[in-house]
C-alpha cells in the first residue's frame, strides 16, 4: 500500500501571497483556462482535506464546506473547538503529529492540506507535508499573507513538474526532502542586526 | 528601433524571498544546472545595471562590480550618494521617471534591474518595469526580503515562458501589463480591520 501523502494544494500571486491581509482572494476570480487547471483529477486524488481554522471560517462564510461533496472528511485544527461538531467537519485539538500518525495508519487517498499559513508551517515544522502544488497567479498583488507563516525555517524541496496554462497561471509541484532536510537554523549572533 | 526593455532578473526562494532578513543569500549557493540557468545569454542582452543602494553596497561588500565587467555602465540609486562617483558606477539622485526617460531615449541593450526590493517597487510604483525573470529555487527559507517591497499594489503581468532546469530550478518569464494596468487599490474604509 502506498503512503497517503499529505499535499499542499493552493495558489499564489507571484510575490508569494495566498490572500490579501483582511484574507480577500479577489484577485484569483479571472477568466480560468479550460480545466481549470486539473483540480478535478487533484480533487479524485484525495478524500480528506486540513484546514486550519481561520481558512475553515473563511470558508464558511463562503458558503460552507458542501462544495467538497458529502465524500471527503473534513478536519480543522484549532485551539478554541466549539460546543459540537459541525455535520460536515470534525474539530481536532491533539497535537499534529498525533492526528498524522492516525491518518497515515488508516488506508485512504492523499490528503489536500488546505492551508492557510500558519497550519502549513506547523505542519511543515512537524515534518508532515509531502508535497506543494503551488498555482502561481500571473499578478503581483503587493502585500498579504505568505504561503507558509513567516519563521526562521530551510526546507530543501524537488521539483517533481512545472506545468503552464495557456492563461499564464503556472502550476510548480514539488516533494518535501525527508524530515531530515528540515533545519531549524540557529538563531545568529547577537552583532547580527535584524 | 525596439525599445530598451527594463528586466528584473533575479533568484527568489519558492516562499518568495530574494534574500534572508540580514540580507545573506546562502541559500543560493547549491549546486546548479550547467550553464547556469542561461545567465549568460541574458547577460549579453544588457549592457546597463540598475541597483538599490543596500544592493550595490552588498555587491561592493562581496568584490565589487567588477565582476559584471567593464562594459556594463552601473546606476546607483540613492538619496545618499557618496561624495564623488565610483570608477565603475554613477550615483543617480533624479526622479525615476527623468533616468528611465533619458535611458529609453538612449540607444542601447536592455536594461537589467538588480533590486532590491524597495526599488523594484519603486520602479514598479513608476510604470517602469517591462519584464520579470524570476529564478524560483527550490527551498523555501521561511522568512526574509520579499521580492517587491509590501505596499498596496495590484499589477497584472503576462507569463512569456516557463524554463524548469535539471537542478530543479524553474524560470518564470513575465512581461508587465502596460502601465494603465497597474492600479493602485484604495485604502479600505476604516471598517476593516488589518
Known amino acids: 500500500m502506498e503512503k497517503r501523502k499529505i499535499i499542499v494544494y493552493i495558489a499564489t500571486s507571484v510575490d508569494g501571497y495566498i490572500a490579501r491581509k483582511d484574507g480577500s ?3 484569483l476570480d479571472r477568466p480560468r483556462a479550460k480545466g481549470s487547471h486539473g483540480i478535478a483529477g487533484f480533487f479524485r486524488s484525495i478524500d480528506t482535506i486540513l484546514w486550519g481554522r481561520k481558512t475553515y471560517d473563511f470558508a464558511m462564510s463562503m458558503g460552507g464546506l458542501s462544495m467538497f461533496g458529502s465524500k471527503v472528511r473534513n478536519y480543522i485544527f484549532t485551539h478554541r473547538p466549539p460546543a459540537q461538531d459541525a455535520p460536515d467537519a470534525e474539530f481536532v485539538r491533539e497535537p499534529i503529529d498525533a492526528v498524522v500518525k492516525r491518518l497515515r495508519a488508516a488506508p485512504g487517498k492523499d490528503i489536500w492540506m488546505m492551508g492557510g499559513a500558519g497550519i502549513i508551517a506547523s505542519f511543515l515544522d512537524a515534518g508532515a507535508i509531502d508535497e506543494f502544488i503551488i498555482n502561481v497567479v500571473p499578478v503581483l498583488i503587493g502585500e498579504g499573507i505568505p504561503l507558509v507563516e513567516p519563521s526562521r525555517r530551510d526546507v530543501d524541496l524537488k521539483l517533481v513538474a512545472t506545468r503552464p496554462y495557456p492563461d499564464g497561471l503556472v502550476q510548480l509541484h514539488y516533494a518535501v526532502r525527508p524530515p531530515a532536510a528540515v533545519k ?6 547577537s552583532s547580527v542586526a535584524e
Open 184 to 189: 531549524k537554523r540557529p538563531k545568529p549572533s
Open 25 to 27: 482572494v479577489d484577485w
